[in-house]
């Protein structure tokens, strides 16, 4: 049974950091790329970033240079680092696994950013 559960979101003010983490369990964790996604109420969806296997990172323009993807394959982890945060990164942060053709979801931790 394939299990993400993220864990790391609260309340911070903006300029301030949270670190996300998203524990996976069920799967063979590093052959698996491994996302983090974030919902805003009312809005779509979004890709945060990415990582492979092999640790090639991508990310959303509206993130790039604040927030940093990585991951341990050792202990089945992924982890969000996010600084610099703003109003505008208040969504709920999903974690998300794909190994072709099978997608898992995390059930989402809250991020909340106060101005």
């Known amino acids: 049974q394939v299990q993400l559960v993220e864990s790391g979101g609260g309340l911070v003010q903006a300029g301030g950091s949270l670190r996300l983490s998203c524990a996976a369990s069920g799967i063979i964790f590093s052959i698996n790329i491994m996302y983090w996604y974030r919902q805003a109420p009312g809005k779509q969806r979004e890709l945060v970033a990415s990582i492979t296997s092999d640790g090639n990172t991508n990310y959303a323009d509206s993130v790039k240079g604040r927030f940093t993807i990585s991951r341990d394959n050792a202990k089945n982890m992924v982890y969000l680092q996010m600084n610099s945060l703003k109003p505008e990164d208040t969504a709920v942060y999903y974690c998300?696994?794909?190994?072709?053709?099978?997608?898992?979801w995390g059930q989402g931790t809250q991020v909340t950013v106060s101005s």
């Open positions: 998300k696994r794909s190994q072709y053709p099978y997608v898992s």
